[in-house]
């Protein structure tokens, strides 16, 4: 079994902008140098869109969040510590299809209001020995 002493910790962000009342689809892949997706969480560039905000994703063609999941239990508020607020999962990365769709339901916007949504995504990569 390898200790966390032989990997390394890494980010890869997913940025897209979502308009008040739209559903934005994501396709992509993770970086072909990550072995594993150890976690993942969001921000939104505007807090008042959060309520309303739901999502879907799929990391290596294994769903990891369900249908109609609200963005706020998966949501990083800057006063928190990563560790304390990443959602846990354990997928295959090295090039796998990250899928994501990402629907407003916002009341708290105006009508032309547009924000970004980052999707931080944890992972991990084997030190090379």
């Known amino acids: 079994m390898e200790n966390q002493?032989?990997?390394?910790?890494?980010?890869?962000?997913?940025k897209f902008e979502v308009k008040k009342g739209e559903t934005f689809e994501f396709n992509g892949n993770t970086k072909t140098e990550h072995d594993r997706i150890t976690g993942f969480f969001l921000r939104l560039s505007n807090f008042d869109a959060l309520p309303g905000a739901t999502f879907r994703m799929?990391?290596?063609?294994?769903e990891?969040?369900?249908d109609d999941?609200?963005?706020?239990?998966a949501h990083h508020d800057s006063d928190i510590?990563?560790?304390?607020?990443?959602?846990?999962?354990?997928?295959?990365?090295?090039?796998?299809?990250?899928?994501?769709?990402?629907?407003?339901?916002?009341?708290?916007?105006?009508?032309d209001d547009t924000y970004f949504v980052?999707?931080?995504l944890l992972a991990v990569q084997n030190k090379k020995k």
Do not use: C, G
Not at 58 to 62: A, C, F, N, S
Not at 95 to 101: H, K, L, Q, T
């Open 118 to 120: 980052r999707v931080y």
């Open 5 to 14: 002493d032989s990997k390394v910790r890494k980010l890869q962000v997913i």
């Open 69 to 73: 999941t609200e963005v706020a239990i």
């Open 58 to 62: 799929w990391i290596d063609d294994v």
């Open 64 to 66: 990891v969040i369900p």
């Open 81 to 111: 510590s990563i560790p304390d607020v990443t959602f846990p999962v354990d997928e295959k990365a090295k090039n796998s299809p990250v899928r994501i769709i990402y629907k407003d339901d916002s009341e708290n916007l105006a009508v």
